[in-house]
């Protein structure tokens, strides 16, 4: 029988063999970047599509346990704030206020759209990341105005 023994000469740090982690997925509606494969010290950033706003971890790191930090990634959609009409408009429901939705909107009886075309609203991507705005609101004008100047020219030509 022979017995064998074996020094290590090795001083830290000690290098290992990259090990992989579980495969991460870029989100649905999102982008993923890694510095590397998915292995041991690499790390991978998410980010998310105008529109949609960014849940759990925007990084995580592969670490020696084969086990990823944070926490599992998604993108939510955003929702504009909900339309109200005024003195002029009013909201056709249903109304979905989720980003990329429309809205139609119709003027008040006495006042009419200058474009008959422009009586929707669009729940767009806003100037700030992760954030929803809508697009114009379309303006109603008075017809009540151009009857009134109708009027006083039928009165003057009898």
Do not use: K
């Amino acid at each position: 029988m022979f017995l064998i023994i074996i020094i290590c000469l090795c001083t830290p740090p000690f290098v290992y063999p990259a090990q992989p982690c579980p495969t991460l997925y870029a989100p649905l509606h999102g982008g993923m970047s890694c510095t590397g494969e998915q292995v041991t010290d690499e790390t991978c950033y998410f980010t998310c599509d105008p529109g949609y706003e960014l849940l759990g971890s925007a990084e995580r790191f592969c670490q020696p346990t084969n086990a990823w930090t944070g926490q599992h990634t998604s993108c939510r959609i955003l929702h504009c704030p909900v339309l109200n009409g005024n003195d002029d408009t009013f909201i056709v429901y249903p109304c979905d206020t989720a980003f990329n939705s429309s809205c139609m909107l119709q003027c008040t009886p006495g006042h009419y759209y200058r474009d008959p075309n422009a009586n929707f609203i669009t729940c767009i991507a806003g100037p700030v990341h992760e954030t929803v705005i809508w697009t114009d609101r379309p303006m109603c004008e008075g017809r009540l105005l151009q009857l009134a100047t109708l009027i006083d020219i039928s009165v003057v030509n009898l």
